[in-house]
């Protein structure tokens, strides 16, 4: 806990949290002066905490694009894996077709980059594509409709733009999407994406 700067005390179950599992993750926001912004899982949803961690005090990097592989979970399954995880490996090839990065956030990123059981059975499969050129709403629709055919859970696709990022399924059905940028949320129409 020492080096992390905040306006709030610091709560025991974030101390908890980090005793368990050293690892925290990045928030959408600007880095500044030199203090990343981070956030602290605990064990239950609303056991969410944004901090700032001093640069300096970074001992690994784990991508969501690097958790496409296997071989760089830290999690290990032996007997079933979490649905969320059959449906990760499922779609993977589809994912990887697009040529664009891609990868699992939220729980499942979490509970592979770390070891630590965060999936629950009401768990969804959170995942975040990098799209650096236009991708059509005709190709985005097709992409979404492919991989929710396959899926055995719910999907919370997020695309990563220049911009910021933004629900590809809200993409693929509104003519004006919410885009999460560094400096807060704005609503903007799909033609200004890229």
Partial sequence: ??????????PDWAKDA???????????AEICNGLIPVGIRGSERS???AYWLPQNLVD?????????EEKNWKAVYTASAPA???TLRQITSIMNDTGCEWGPTGSTGFELATGLPTIKE?????????????LNVKTAKLLLD???DISTVRLDIQMNTALG??????????????????????????????
């Fill in 60 to 68: 690994e990097v784990i991508t969501p694009y690097s958790l496409v």
């Fill in 1 to 10: 806990m020492e080096g992390l700067a905040a306006d709030l005390p610091f």
């Fill in 165 to 194: 990022g933004f629900s590809l399924k809200e993409y693929t059905s509104s003519p004006t999407v919410l885009v999460k940028t560094a400096l807060g949320p704005r609503l903007v129409d799909v033609s200004s994406l890229w």
């Fill in 122 to 134: 009401s768990s969804d499969l959170d995942l975040i594509i990098e799209v650096p050129e236009i």
């Fill in 146 to 148: 492919r991989i929710g």
């Fill in 47 to 49: 056991q969410r905490l």
């Fill in 84 to 86: 969320t995880v059959d």
């Fill in 18 to 28: 980090l005793q368990r599992a050293p690892y925290m993750v990045m928030r959408r």
